[in-house]
Every structure is written in C-alpha cells, then in structure tokens.
C-alpha cells in the first residue's frame, strides 16, 4: 500500500508536469482559453492534494478522490511558516495577497467541471447550458478569470509557481 509521502510525491510530481503544459499553451498564439485554463485548473487541484496528503491528517482516500480543496491549501500556503517568514514586517502586503489568491483560487477551482456543475455550469472542459443555449468551452472568454492578467493574477500564478517548485521545502501545517 503506498504512503501519504509517496502520493504527495506523485501528485506534485504531476502538478508540475499540468504546470508546464500550461505555461506552453499560455504562450503560444492561437491556443482557446479553455485549454490553457484545464491546464492551470488540473496544477492547481494536484497541488493541492500533494500538500494536503503530505502536511495534514486528512484520509489520502479522500485527499485523492475530491476535485476540491485549492482553496483551502491557498489559505494555508499563506500561512505556512515559509511563507510568513517571507513577508515579517509587510503583514498588510501578505493580506492582500492572500485576499487576491483565494478570489482567484476559488475561480480556478470552478473550472473542474465536478466542482459544482449546478451553481457554476461554466468549466474548462465540456460544454454547458446557459440561458437555454449551449456554450462551448473553446469559444468562452472566461471573463471571471480576466483577473489573471492583472497584478493580483500575476502574483497568483507566482504563488502557484512557488507551491509547485517549492513543495520540498514549504510545509502547509
């Protein structure tokens, strides 16, 4: 039976292989949307579970089998002591930060379509109805997350990048 560590491995391990596709596909022209979004989603949910599998006493069933939780990991990456150490004396800098990741992290999350299909139809992967017409992923805007393109997107996928590169070394609990 594998260990929590050898399924956090994994799933960062495979987090920064979703990572780097989407920061291919974010670069080249001509790529929909969506596709670089799945991407970034898929990173964002993998992550998650490699921090949560490794740092909390959390069931690695359950850690495994939910497509939620990059919330909850981004509330508590930015309580992490790495983290924390990083911005002594520029608390306020570190809320508002944070207040920016966990906006976007929660629309990020939105976009697996096993999130909540119900509230929020709109993914990244499959089609959906909307106001009796059916919208495809490839020809959305996706405009919840025009944030990415602002500051407080760029400083989100900075600490996604971190999360990814630094998963040795940062700790969650």
Request: hydrophobic fraction near 45%.
């Amino acid at each position: 039976m594998a260990t929590r560590e050898e399924w956090a491995d994994a799933f960062a391990l495979q987090a920064r292989s979703d990572w780097a596709l989407y920061d291919r596909l974010s670069k080249l022209p001509g790529v929909p949307l969506c596709h670089q979004l799945h991407f970034l989603q898929m990173a964002c949910e993998k992550i998650a579970k490699a921090y949560r599998a490794r740092d909390t006493d959390m069931d690695v069933k359950e850690v495994t089998t939910h497509h939620v939780g990059f919330v909850k990991f981004v509330n508590a990456f930015f309580k992490s002591p790495g983290i924390r150490q990083d911005y002594e004396g520029k608390e306020a800098q570190l809320q508002v930060l944070a207040g920016h990741a966990r906006r976007i992290a929660a629309q990020v999350e939105k976009l697996a379509p096993a999130a909540d299909r119900v509230a929020t139809p709109s993914n990244a992967e499959y089609p959906w109805e909307e106001a009796g017409c059916v919208v495809v992923p490839c020809e959305h805007d996706f405009p919840n997350l025009s944030l990415l393109r602002e500051a407080g997107g760029r400083n989100f996928l900075k600490m996604v990048r971190r999360a990814m590169f630094d998963f040795e070394a940062v700790r969650i609990h």
